[in-house]
């Protein structure tokens, strides 16, 4: 006879499957039996300061108050200019002037011209300038935070004013600008700062540029405290009933014109830089990276 086959059933497993839950899966321990190292974050850039001239370029400041910008840069850690740069500054006011609007002023004064640095005196951007300016060319001329000072109460007058100004150092100071040596591989630079928001904005220092044949080579956020030292005065001098007033704490912007069309690199084409080539060490002007605040780019 013919033996039945035995059928066996399906073994039941000792321990029931648990059904997969992600939450549940452990992570692997390393070797040691440690918690595993959380990856690394992603590494955070914070924007190089922008300077718009190089250790070595030849400076022409106008209007410069109590010279604490002239000396800054100097004073720097590291300084911005080369120990063999000669600076020219100047302000529209007398010395004797000077000295009472600001009283600190004398001896910035005196630092200055110890270390060979030239400082002028008396010198209205809206008229003819001497000699001693005109004999020279500058790879860079700055205007800072130019302002009339409160000849009218007016509001439209006061943009007038501040326009005719503005007109009046473009006209005079183009003259002045080297061939070579701006931060965009052409002619020499003209930088000039203004608060932003109302009434600066209304000044159009874009459009005024344009009208005397410049052009915006780029703008950038101006940051005080890369100037050691530095601190913005005002036109009238120093007031005891000005309290903490600080300018160098409020918004501001610098803008680098140059000469239109002269020799300088173009946005587009082969050859589209934006600025002037980083230094080593820091970014004098230097073109868009990873260190740079796209915001801060105005350029056009």
Same mark, same amino acid.
């Given at each position: ?46 924007? %190089? ?21 002239? =000396? ?12 063999? +740069?000669?600076?020219? +500054?100047?302000? =529209?006011?007398? #010395? ?10 004398? /001896? +910035?004064? =005196? ?24 004999? =020279? ?35 005079? +100071? ?31 220092? *874009? #459009? ?6 410049? /052009?915006?080579? %780029? ?20 007031? #005891? %009933? ?5 300018? #160098? /704490?409020?918004?501001? %912007? ?25 230094? *080593? ?5 230097? *073109? ?13």
């Amino acid at each position: 006879m013919k033996r039945k086959k035995h059928v066996q059933g399906k073994r039941k497993p000792s321990h029931p499957l648990k059904s997969h839950h992600p939450s549940k899966i452990s992570k692997p321990s390393s070797k040691n039996g440690s918690k595993p190292k959380p990856s690394p974050s992603k590494a955070t850039y914070s924007p %190089r300061p922008i300077i718009p001239f190089t250790p070595t370029s030849s400076l022409l400041l106008i209007g410069e108050g109590d010279f604490s910008f002239t =000396n800054s840069l100097i004073t720097s850690t590291p300084p911005h200019i080369s120990p063999s +740069t000669i600076i020219t +500054t100047t302000t =529209n006011d007398t #010395e004797s002037v000077t000295y009472e609007k600001y009283p600190h002023s004398e /001896e +910035t004064v =005196n630092t200055l011209k110890s270390g060979g640095h030239k400082v002028h005196f008396s010198i209205d951007i809206t008229k003819k300038l001497p000699k001693s300016l005109t004999s =020279n060319k500058y790879n860079c001329i700055i205007f800072n935070f130019p302002h009339v000072g409160g000849l009218s109460t007016h509001l439209d007058r006061q943009i007038r004013s501040n326009q005719e100004l503005i007109l009046s150092f473009f006209k005079n +100071t183009i003259p002045l600008l080297s061939t070579d040596g701006g931060i965009d591989d052409g002619s020499g630079n003209i930088v000039i700062t203004l608060f932003t928001g109302k009434p600066y904005d209304d000044w159009n220092v *874009k #459009e005024l540029a344009k009208s005397v044949g410049l /052009e915006c080579v %780029r703008s950038f956020k101006f940051d005080a405290t890369v100037y050691a030292g530095y601190k913005h005065v005002r036109t009238i001098g120093f007031r #005891e %009933r000005e309290g903490d007033w600080k300018g #160098e /704490e409020r918004g501001a %912007r610098s803008f680098v014109l140059g000469v239109k069309d002269d020799g300088r690199r173009r946005k587009s084409g082969s050859n589209n830089k934006k600025g002037g080539e980083k230094n *080593k060490g820091g970014n004098k002007g230097g *073109k868009k990276g990873k260190d740079s605040d796209d915001e801060d780019e105005d350029d056009d």
